[in-house]
């Protein structure tokens, strides 16, 4: 084994407790898990695991519950169907306008 070295990241500290504790209930601590990956990496000389983007919905959801986002879909959809239902503008200007007249 070759000489050793530190290596410093930062996270915060949720990520950082969240992580803590799934890595003790499998009995790995942090720099395991760390060390782990890195021989992964040199050895098959890729990332050892799958990196997707958040889904559509992952912004949406630090905002706002699934069911809340459910309802707006079906709230969304009705005004779809049935637009003679609601007032719409042709300009900005026309919004603002009709927003400061109520």
Excluded: C, W
């Excluded at 992580?19 to 000389?45: D, F, P, Y």
């Amino acid at each position: 084994m070759g000489s050793m070295t530190n290596v410093n990241i930062r996270m915060s500290v949720e990520d950082k407790e969240a992580a803590t504790n799934i890595l003790e209930s499998m009995g790995l601590n942090m720099s395991t898990l760390v060390n782990m990956t890195i021989k992964q990496l040199i050895q098959k000389r890729k990332v050892p695991f799958e990196i997707t983007a958040p889904s559509d919905d992952a912004y949406l959801l630090k905002y706002f519950t699934k069911e809340e986002l459910e309802e707006g879909s079906k709230e969304l959809a009705y005004m779809e169907k049935h637009p003679e239902e609601y007032k719409s503008y042709e300009t900005l200007d026309d919004l603002y306008r009709s927003l400061n007249e109520d």
